[in-house]
T-cell receptor, first 118, second 111 residues
Framework: GAGVSQTPSNKVTEKGKYVELRCDPI?????LYWYRQSLGQGPEFLIY????????DSGLPNDRFFAVRPEGSVSTLKIQRTERGDSAVYLC????????????????FGSGTRLTVV | SQQGEEDPQALSIQEGENATMNCSYK?????LQWYRQNSGRGLVHLIL?????REKHSGRLRVTLDTSKKSSSLLITASRAADTASYFC???????????FGKGTTLSVSS
């Protein structure tokens, strides 16, 4: 696609429920990143995929969070037993190459999924 | 933990004025990037400067990098109301695998 697509744009869930957030990156971008952004803060790194594999998952806050990218394109961020503290905007980004320069073009971000846990 | 910290946290100016935002970081880097975020939307990549560069321009944007002081600045010249947004600097994490973002500077340009 032309940009990074994230669905849903908004998700309200009850505490304790399971949620899945989807990211469809730019076609041909090998690297995919998940970030979480709370109000008034910068994006917080969660996980980085190079192709199908999670190359760096050091930002996942605990084992309730898991992400997959089975075919090296679409990725799904999964959160089990959601807590009110999980409420945030979840951002996905992709880049042409791995690492941090994105081949000199940086990262392209989606518009995010606003998750609210009530 | 956040690598870069922007200063000031908030900036209000009139259209036509210049806006300067600063970013300080802690460890050695090979590149530094600036992003813009309009309210409620995703981030947009503005400019990337490598550690062997001191200054870079893109349209009305000018970025400087001083690796000895571990700091960068973003200058927006002749600002417009449409420049109203949050601006973030981003630097590589220690593993070099992903970008770490600061808390941002919120710029408000009034007409």
């Amino acid at each position: 696609g032309a940009g990074v697509s994230q669905t849903p744009s908004n998700k309200v869930t009850e505490k304790g429920k399971y949620v899945e957030l989807r990211c469809d990156p730019i076609s041909g971008h090998t690297a995919l990143y998940w970030y979480r952004q709370s109000l008034g803060q910068g994006p917080e790194f969660l996980i980085y995929f190079q192709g199908t594999g999670a190359a760096d998952d050091s930002g996942l806050p605990n084992d309730r969070f898991f992400a997959v990218r089975p075919e090296g394109s679409v990725s799904t961020l999964k959160i089990q037993r959601t807590e009110r503290g999980d409420s945030a905007v979840y951002l996905c980004a992709s880049s042409l190459t791995g690492g941090t320069t994105g081949g000199g073009y940086g990262y392209t971000f989606g518009s995010g999924t606003r998750l609210t846990v009530v | 933990s956040q690598q870069g910290e922007e200063d000031p946290q908030a900036l209000s100016i009139q259209e036509g004025e210049n806006a300067t935002m600063n970013c300080s970081y802690k460890t050695s880097i090979n590149n530094l990037q600036w992003y813009r975020q309009n309210s409620g939307r995703g981030l947009v990549h503005l400019i990337l400067i490598r550690s062997n560069e001191r200054e870079k321009h893109s349209g009305r944007l000018r970025v400087t990098l001083d690796t000895s002081k571990k700091s960068s600045s973003l200058l927006i010249t002749a600002s417009r109301a449409a420049d109203t947004a949050s601006y973030f600097c981003a630097t590589p994490n220690q593993a070099g695998t992903a970008l770490i973002f600061g808390k941002g500077t919120t710029l408000s340009v009034s007409s």
